[in-house]
């Protein structure tokens, strides 16, 4: 069974930067999208940004111009490079991979921004 492993999470400063990462244990052949998603403390679980094959990218308001996404679909992995880093940011992010007719989900990566 394919599983997605998150890394690169932290506590991270006002202002700071850090580059989340997610590799598929094992192959999915025909993606429809790669993405990054975000649950607050106490809130839902959101979209951050998305790439979705043969369209483009798609990202959430508060994180245009802060955070860039970048996928490669062969080796099936997509990374979030996260600057700028707000308190408001402070999440469990998840990355998804939908393909093969499935939806995978990785268990998440914790991102703290204090100072």
């Known amino acids: 069974q394919v599983q997605l492993v998150e890394s690169g999470g932290g506590l991270v400063q006002p202002g700071g930067s850090l580059r989340l990462s997610c590799a598929a244990s094992?192959?999915?052949?025909?993606?429809?999208?790669m993405g990054w998603y975000r649950q607050a403390p106490g809130k839902q679980r959101e979209l951050v940004a998305r790439i979705i094959s043969g369209v483009g990218t798609r990202s959430t308001d508060s994180v245009k111009g802060r955070f860039t996404i970048s996928g490669d679909n062969a080796k099936n992995t997509v990374n979030l490079e996260v600057s700028s880093l707000k308190p408001e940011d402070t999440a469990v992010y998840y990355c998804n991979i939908e393909g093969n007719g499935m939806n995978f989900w990785g268990k998440g990566t914790l991102v703290t921004v204090s100072s």
């Open positions: 094992g192959r999915i052949s025909s993606i429809n999208s």
